[in-house]
């Protein structure tokens, strides 16, 4: 069982910068391949980001390519999402989600553990 908790969401204004954080319980965090998701009122929950276990790899959505970066620490159980160059539209609800996947995957149902969210707001 892996708990999962965020923090760092918040209000920013279109441009700023954030960083949410999502510290995972367990000892077996570094076996896991760690993702990002993102839901905005009535919208469907969106794959953002995700990274390999050992963060060898990472992949991100088109659409915040070049603004996001994802990485973790494993030594704290813990993975991030660098946010910068905020637009309004990226105005959701984040969630962090574990998967035993080994192979990068941008599919909800092969993350087997889910955050509470964090909800993140950027005003125009």
């Known amino acids: 069982q892996v708990q999962l908790v965020e923090s760092g969401g918040g209000l920013v204004q279109a441009g700023g910068s954030l960083r949410l954080s999502c510290a995972a319980s367990?000892?077996?965090?570094?076996?896991?391949?760690m993702g990002w998701f993102r839901q905005a009122p009535g919208k469907e929950r969106e794959f953002v980001t995700s990274?390999?276990?050992?963060?060898?790899?990472?992949y991100y959505v088109d659409s915040v390519k070049g603004r996001f970066t994802i990485f973790r620490d494993n030594a704290k159980n813990t993975v991030y999402l660098q946010m910068n160059s905020l637009k309004p539209e990226d105005s959701a609800v984040y969630y962090c989600?574990?998967?035993?996947?080994?192979?990068?995957?941008?599919?909800?149902?092969?993350?087997?553990?889910w955050g509470q969210g964090a909800q993140v707001t950027v005003s125009s």
């Open positions: 989600a574990a998967s035993r996947s080994t192979m990068p995957t941008m599919a909800l149902g092969m993350y087997n553990y």
């Open positions: 367990g000892r077996t965090f570094s076996t896991y391949v």
């Open positions: 990274i390999a276990p050992s963060g060898s790899w990472t």
